[in-house]
């Protein structure tokens, strides 16, 4: 995923740019040495070597033997911006009884620069698929094959919508993925109709998700929910009702929750 979506801001620092370049590949390529950088970058090995001096001086690069990796600074980084977010501070709780009960997979997700980023997942005793699970909390995806992203596409302004499918279009994952722009905006009213979404195993063949938004008091969308499992067993009749109403309330509890925190912040503090 190569697109560099911009926010219409005039001028940019390439230095700044040309770092973030280096830190990227870095991640591509799962370390490498000055030759490797240069040829994937193509840029010059006295450039490449400034950069990589740079970030291991300031902790972000560590240098093992002739290779250069992305240090643990970036978990720490990682860690304190997710620890601020309030969807993830009283979102978990809420995911890890959702998946105790359900014994599937679940997912807690937000929008960032038009791509899903993935706060949080935790596996069921039922779940299925923890490898890859664990490595889509290492990348930002496309929205709309994914309960979780269909949700939050679904309660967003649809001038925010139609940037992002101008911005990434549709990518197929399977079969099933919606390519169609029309499709997708017919299915998003669905979505606010009923309430949940569905992944119809639009990004694995054989796996089904149902989602749902978090919103807070003034309607705006933070994020959302979902469960995700083998179509076999989402499908049961009964269960899949069930799965649906679990992730319904799991929402609504999340929304109650912020909105006292919310509202809790709103009185006046007596010293």
Known sequence: MTTRPTDGSPRTLKTVSRAFDIVRALEELDGAGVTELTEHLGLSKSVVYNYLSTLREEKFVVKRGDTYELSLQFLLVGEYVRYQNVLYQIGKPALDDLAEKTGEFAHLSAEEHGLGVNLYKVSGEKAVGSEYQVSKLQRAD???????????LAHLPRERVEWIVDTYGLPSKTEATITDKESLFDELDTIRERGYSFNEEEEITGLQAIGAPVQNQHGRVLGSISVSGPVRRIQQSGYHEQLI??????????EVNINMEETDNEFPKFS
Not at 245 to 254: E, F, K, L, M, P
């Open 245 to 254: 109403d679990d992730v319904v309330n799991t929402a609504n509890i999340i």
């Open 142 to 152: 496309y929205m709309h094959y994914s309960a979780t992203g269909k949700a939050i």
